[in-house]
């Protein structure tokens, strides 16, 4: 199966490439996982105390929820802004080197 279909038949022809930018994923959802686990651990410790629970359990409890909604933030975030940047995609002109030998090993 041929993996890219706008491969000149000759290695020496240039090949016309779309090109965007796209923002990576993973520092996204860490981002969003950190925010809320340190959103989420000030509202356990700044809430009302309980005689059911100790401080720390509830700051444990509000952070890993916190962090949970932080990650599904994060992830809508990084949808929202890949959609925008993938509008602005380009076209651009690939020109083969002259030593470049990866094409003819890949077909």
Known sequence: MEQHPATPSSADQPITVLVHAAPRF????????????LIGAII?????????????????????????LGIGLGAL????????TSR????????PLAGDTT???QG
């Open 26 to 37: 993973w520092p996204f959802v860490l981002t969003g996982a950190v925010l809320g686990a």
């Open 44 to 68: 356990g410790f700044l809430g009302e105390p309980s005689m059911d629970y100790t401080v720390g359990s509830a700051i444990g409890f509000f952070a890993m929820f916190c962090a949970g």
């Open 103 to 105: 094409s003819e090993q």
């Open 77 to 84: 975030a990084f949808v929202i802004i890949d959609r925008v």
């Open 88 to 95: 602005k995609t380009t076209q651009k002109l690939a020109v």
